[in-house]
Nanobody, 114 residues
């Protein structure tokens, strides 16, 4: 099982970024898929999640600025981040959860800086 996250990089404040996570050896359609992030020196925190019926949930810190989406045909889950702030700087991880079993991707770094 592998979750491969990509799309991170350096972006200016106010900019946008789209992160993508593709699964191999795992059917994303069967999992609650989530994006987490870990800012420098801080604990990992939940950013957004989408369950198997498409219900979405967002952290208050990104509500109105983030959109999580899943494409079961492509076996991917994406996270669109808009109006980026320096506080969004973090390593972003995707996670697939099912009945207490969790699979994590390797993380992709997002740096928001001018």
């Amino acid at each position: 099982v592998q979750l491969q996250a990509s799309g991170g990089g350096l972006v200016q404040p106010g900019g946008s970024l789209r992160l993508s996570c593709v699964g191999s050896g795992i059917l994303i359609s069967r999992y609650v898929m989530s994006w987490y992030r870990q800012p420098p020196g801080q604990q990992r925190e939940l950013v957004a999640s989408v369950n198997i019926v498409g219900e979405k949930d967002y952290a208050d810190s990104v509500k109105g600025r983030a959109i999580i989406s899943r494409d079961n045909r492509k076996n991917t889950v994406d996270l669109q981040l808009n109006s980026l702030k320096s506080a969004d700087t973090a390593v972003y991880y995707c996670k697939g959860g099912l009945r207490g079993v969790a699979h994590w991707g390797q993380g992709t770094l997002v740096t928001v800086s001018s």
